[in-house]
């Protein structure tokens, strides 16, 4: 079945701290990825998205995102954190043939100064 | 350009009463996601319509209906409702049909059943 994994419920890094956010998905071909990102009281925005090619996805707010096959991973990362960061960050999933993306559980991010 | 807009934004029920949670959906798309969200879960694909029609379900019972109209707004109907449905429940629109394309989403609709 197709499912997408996020691995850590909860995460808490220093501002200025490097942040990584493990997702794992599996699907029988290579999925299109996202990753989204909620506020408090909010809808979700979307950070980033992985089609094809270039394997080191570029998104918005300085968040990067690396495609890699033989891990079926599709980890978040950003160099330095700031405080607006914290927020709670999915990792979905989806492909042309389906109907639906789906979602990880969510990991919350916690920024300490 | 107008984005996603959901109300109402919080209702309460009680067990038993149908709800109806309208959505907006983003200029010029025509396809319309409605997610269930359980407090410190993820989104759960309930259905999604295209061009007026159911275009596919998630693992929800058929007391869980919707509606897409002309202009691609779009109805979540629950009847009978129960205690687990209470939830945020989210609406997203896309250009495309299915699960490739980039979902804008409403702010969502929170339900909450005594």
């Known amino acids: 079945a197709q499912s997408v994994t996020q691995p850590d419920i909860h995460i808490t890094v220093s501002e200025g701290a490097s942040l990584e956010l493990r997702c794992n998905y599996s699907y029988g071909a290579t999925p299109y990825l996202f990753w989204y990102v909620q506020s408090p009281g909010q809808g979700l925005q979307l950070l980033l998205k992985?089609?094809?090619?270039?394997?080191l996805v570029q998104g918005i707010k300085g968040f990067e995102a690396e495609f890699k096959r033989s891990q079926s991973s599709f980890n978040l990362r950003k160099p330095s954190v700031h405080w607006s960061d914290a927020a709670e960050y999915f990792c979905a999933g989806g492909n042309t043939g389906g109907f639906k993306t789906i979602f990880g559980a969510g990991t919350r991010l916690f920024v300490k100064a | 350009e107008t984005g996603v807009t959901q109300s109402p934004t919080h209702l309460i029920k009680t067990r038993g009463q149908q709800v109806t949670l309208r959505c907006s959906s983003q200029s010029g798309h025509n396809t319309v996601s409605w997610y269930q969200q359980a407090l410190g879960q993820g989104p759960q694909f309930i259905f999604q319509?295209?061009?007026?029609?159911?275009?596919g379900r998630g693992n929800f019972p058929p007391r869980f209906s919707g509606l897409q109209f002309p202009n691609y707004s779009s109805e979540l109907n629950v009847n009978a409702l129960e205690l687990d449905d209470s939830a945020l429940y989210l609406c997203a629109s896309s250009l495309a049909s299915g699960g490739a394309g980039e979902l804008f989403f409403g702010e969502g609709s929170r339900l909450t059943v005594l």
């Open positions: 992985y089609f094809s090619g270039d394997t």
């Open positions: 319509y295209y061009r007026e029609e159911e275009n």
